[in-house]
């Protein structure tokens, strides 16, 4: 396949500095491979271009016509290369970004004004869904995941750290009692993701062992917000990050239970986006930003440091 561009660059480069052995040493080729060039342009438009003498090369009529009009495409093209690059520095377009329902509503929604006003060229388009999400297939730019990540061809920051918390309304508490061990949940209604295995982990403090305590209940239901609001209304406990419900803890409205038998290893946040040398400036513009501000947003966690690892 024929090189139409490259063989533009050294016709003018050959008219400018007046031989092939310059022209060669500017674009670091051999004086055979700009002549090659320069004949083959002459040969696909069947013109002369130029008269070649021992001592110097002149355009034809047709050379000077040509040598017009590839200055000015060339021109062009490198105005054109650098608006692209200029706007490659600067964070625009669209954003798509997809975040759990509870976590993107509490923690990464109160951060959005903030973004949005230092980069007023991002237009910023947010899913909010506790379904994983293919960033493939759902042309996501950056998902918001929790808990330990599968390997893949992914780039994975990591952003903040959760505890994952048992939680009930006071009212509740006061009608059905207070779970001392998790093997008191047999007895009280949980409020469970539809999505996932129905039993909950524990951390045995005695003995360092995990348990997976069976789960039943009313209601499950594939949005958190949904088992918040049922929580909040005295339907039963709920399993949830503390950083989704830290509000409501703090105002009274809902209490921890089972706090000895929570895990001890928080789980991380990630940013999770597909890895490419030349990362578009406002998918690294939002995950700087949440790096920033999210310890703002989690209940008494310090942020994490910035570093890269494979999702």
């Known amino acids: 396949m024929d090189n139409r561009l490259a063989d533009m660059e050294v016709f003018t480069r050959v008219i400018a500095t007046g031989s092939f052995s310059a022209a060669a040493r500017q674009l670091g080729q051999t004086p055979s491979a700009v002549s090659r060039a320069v004949t083959r342009l002459e040969d696909r438009l069947r013109v002369r271009l130029l008269v070649r003498s021992t001592r110097s090369l002149t355009p034809t009529p047709e050379g000077e016509a040509y040598l017009a009009e590839a200055r000015a495409l060339l021109d062009q093209l490198e105005d054109m290369e650098g608006r692209i690059a200029q706007r490659a520095r600067t964070p625009r377009g669209l954003l798509r970004v997809s975040a759990t329902v509870g976590f993107g509503a509490m923690v990464v929604v109160p951060l959005v004004p903030g973004f949005l006003e230092a980069y007023p060229q991002v237009e910023l388009d947010l899913t909010l869904s506790d379904a994983v999400v293919d960033l493939w297939q759902e042309r996501t730019d950056i998902a918001l995941r929790s808990g330990r990540l599968k390997s893949?061809?992914?780039?994975?920051?990591?952003?903040?750290?959760?505890?994952?918390?048992?939680?009930?309304?006071?009212?509740?508490?006061?009608?059905?009692?207070?779970?001392?061990?998790?093997?008191?949940?047999?007895?009280?209604?949980?409020?469970?993701?539809?999505?996932?295995?129905?039993?909950?982990?524990?951390?045995?403090?005695?003995?360092?062992?995990?348990?997976?305590?069976?789960?039943?209940?009313?209601?499950?239901?594939?949005?958190?917000?949904?088992?918040?609001?049922?929580?909040?209304?005295?339907?039963?406990?709920?399993?949830?990050?503390?950083?989704?419900?830290?509000?409501?803890?703090?105002?009274?409205?809902?209490?921890?239970?089972?706090?000895?038998?929570?895990?001890?290893?928080?789980?991380?946040?990630?940013?999770?986006?597909?890895?490419?040398?030349?990362?578009?400036?406002?998918?690294?513009?939002?995950?700087?930003?949440?790096?920033?501000?999210?310890?703002?947003?989690?209940?008494?966690?310090?942020?994490?440091?910035?570093?890269?690892?494979?999702?």
């Open 152 to 311: 893949s061809a992914l780039k994975a920051r990591r952003l903040a750290a959760m505890r994952r918390v048992v939680v009930a309304s006071p009212d509740y508490l006061a009608r059905r009692g207070i779970p001392r061990v998790p093997a008191d949940l047999e007895g009280h209604a949980c409020l469970r993701y539809n999505f996932m295995a129905p039993e909950w982990p524990f951390h045995d403090p005695r003995t360092g062992e995990r348990i997976l305590q069976p789960v039943r209940g009313p209601l499950a239901a594939s949005d958190g917000t949904i088992l918040r609001q049922a929580c909040l209304a005295g339907l039963g406990l709920m399993w949830s990050g503390d950083a989704v419900i830290a509000g409501d803890i703090a105002k009274g409205r809902l209490v921890e239970v089972l706090p000895d038998f929570a895990d001890p290893e928080p789980e991380t946040i990630h940013a999770v986006f597909a890895g490419h040398p030349h990362l578009a400036t406002r998918i690294r513009a939002f995950v700087d930003y949440l790096q920033a501000n999210i310890g703002k947003r989690m209940p008494g966690k310090e942020r994490e440091p910035w570093q890269d690892e494979r999702g």
